[in-house]
């Protein structure tokens, strides 16, 4: 089992930046593909970005080149540096962990980030 806690959200405006933690309880933490999904008001969760353990890394159309993730494996956390904020970049952010070679995930309970001037 795996908990995950994720920080870090809050109100910024447009061209401004957050980063994102998520913290993850449990052993075995380079196990997972770690990976960072969002969800708009009126639209589906979509796909942001994730990370291998050996630091491969995937991001979706709409955020590449302005997040970044990463993760430190001694700490059992993940990051999401967002950089050049929008408003459509405006949801409710959550970590996931999935088991390498499985299907099995586990999901944080979300943080809300909002741009907006």
């Known amino acids: 089992q795996v908990q995950l806690v994720e920080s870090g959200g809050g109100l910024v405006q447009p061209g401004e930046s957050l980063r994102l933690s998520c913290a993850a309880s449990?052993?075995?933490?380079?196990?997972?593909?770690m990976a960072w999904y969002r969800h708009a008001p009126g639209k589906q969760r979509e796909f942001v970005a994730h990370?291998?353990?050996?630091?491969?890394?995937n991001y979706a159309d709409t955020v590449k080149g302005r997040f970044t993730i990463s993760r430190d494996n001694a700490k059992n956390t993940v990051y999401l540096q967002m950089n050049s904020l929008k408003p459509e970049d405006t949801a409710v952010y959550y970590c996931?962990?999935?088991?390498?070679?499985?299907?099995?995930?586990?999901w944080g309970q979300g943080t809300q980030v909002t741009v907006s001037s």
């Open positions: 449990g052993s075995d933490f380079g196990s997972y593909v």
């Open positions: 996931n962990a999935r088991l390498i070679g499985t299907m099995r995930q586990y």
């Open positions: 990370i291998l353990s050996g630091g491969f890394t």
